[in-house]
């Protein structure tokens, strides 16, 4: 049982760009305001000045983390995780965050929506589901993307 | 193949449950018709019946013999001489499919004042649906109402989305089942699927505890208010003082008088009726103290422990009710454990971590508090989503669909009533997942 509601094409090029130019650190992506299409919100990228200044991959997870959750909206992104296991690894990590703040029309059409986007993104390791901040916590994730 | 869009006709919602029938436009918050699943009827004397001699043996014998049926507010709950009362659902299911068109016809064409031909309807199911009954009900939908367009929609899925997940573990308790559900990705594992009568035993055991004698007080009579002519006040636990109608007696049934004493242990339910946070405790429960409760009779009474027995037993059935009874329906601790252990062990942390509670009687006091407490002590790390809004709680699976039915975008996964003509039965099940 799916919304119905596709993607705008911008959704997939910016994801490309992620995955095999590394241009973006991560990409947001949220409905449009009325409902009917995927559209990617933000990105940020890799050599922009906000990711650069940041020495910590925990520090950048935190930036992305303000972003994802700003407001009461539901979002999903798609954060580049970058983490040491005898050596330098990373993975494209998929998260949903649907605060208990939003509306209950848009989370019922952001979660009957995820599919279409997530089936889209071809390459993403490792997804994660919130709705409160200790869901998508740094140590949780990075659990997660040890696994 | 599209010729439905939400946005130019309101699709209208149904969502059949044992207690309730709820019916409204999609895009709305709440349901406009919100109707009793119970209905009353009159059977046709055995003599009257002569055209329908020769299938005695036909299960459906005994609803051609319904004369009349009574439904709605002014249904069941009205006095009428010689009327029976009747429900068409077991274990949220729909049994009996003969009342359904008179109950949705009746919520959408009297309640609601509109021309169902004129509307696409979605309706809703339990994930323990069958392939028959969800057939049937598209057939009802298109061949008695002749809707435009029709969809089936999963509770459970709708409880899901509702709470913005896509992957959960949904609890929902009725009127008389409860089920927990894994959903992940949208779709229900059916290994994991599991219900059982809860509720129903929860209502059971309080009207027994009700009309039983313990030390402190006799037994309750449950005389429903249609029964009583008039009444004193009385002080608390002290004998009744009331006038039975007489005239009345001679001619309820044993069906009727059932339902409406039930109601009023539901009534006992709904106003005093709680469970402790944290498990069974005496001190607790003097603390939380007694709660007065007045019966149509006029006996009222200071309910203490009893009020909290009977929450109780949605976590831990008492041995003796066990040993007199071993087949006694799971606990919500036992269904939850069940049904998360019939889950891959990878995806089991993903349920318990978005545990997603609903349904009407998920409102009884205190269950959502203790359900986070027990979870925890089973379990690492689950959390519980429960709506605070408890219209959003009891009508959770209506609002879904409402909401779903109400987008533009949705008119794709309409079955129209040109599709059902050329491929009949089989396309309910290709279109709705």
Known sequence: MASGVGLHNECLTVYQELKLGHKYKYILYALNDAKTEIVAESKREVKSKEIADLTSEEEKYKLFLQD??????????????EYFVEGKRNKLTFISWAPASSKIKERMVFASSKDALRRSLVGIATEVQGSDEDDIAYETVLEKVKK | MV???????????????????????????????????????????????????????????????????????????????????????KEGLIED???????????????MCIRPADHPILVTEPAWNTPANRERMAEIIFEEFNAPAFYIANTSVLNAFAAGKGSALVIDIGHSEASVTPVIDGFVLRKGLVHSSLPALVHKRAKHVLTQPDQNRRGINLLPHQLVANKAPVDPGFEPQFNVREDRLQGITKSWRNWAENREASEWIHSVASVLD?????????????????FPTGYNYHFGAERFEIGELFFAHPQHLQAANPNLPKSLPQLISASVTSCEPDIRQVLLSNVVLGGGGSLFAGLADRLN???????????????????????GSWLGGSILASLGTFHQLWISKEEWQEHGRPIVGQRCK
């Open chain 1, 68 to 81: 994802l959750t700003k407001g009461s909206t539901c979002r999903w992104g798609v954060f580049d995780f």
């Open chain 2, 3 to 89: 010729q439905y869009g939400g946005d130019e006709v309101a699709a209208l919602v149904v969502d059949i449950g044992s207690s309730t029938l709820r019916a409204g436009y999609a895009g709305d918050d709440t349901p406009k018709a919100i109707i009793p699943t119970y209905y009353g009827y009159k059977s046709q004397p055995p003599d009257a019946d002569v055209s329908m001699s020769g299938i005695g043996d036909d299960p459906s014998a005994h609803n051609s013999r319904i004369a009349k049926m009574f439904v709605g507010q002014d249904g069941p709950s009205i006095y009428r001489e010689g009327m029976e009362v009747g429900n068409p659902m």
């Open chain 2, 97 to 111: 499919f003969n009342p359904i068109t008179p109950l949705i016809r009746h919520a959408l064409e009297d309640v």
């Open chain 2, 278 to 294: 944290q498990g069974w405790n005496e001190q607790a429960v003097a603390a939380r103290g007694a709660r007065q409760y007045e």
């Open chain 2, 373 to 395: 407490n027990e979870l925890n002590r089973i379990f690492n790390h689950a959390k519980i989503h429960a709506p605070g809004n408890p219209a959003e709680r009891r009508y």
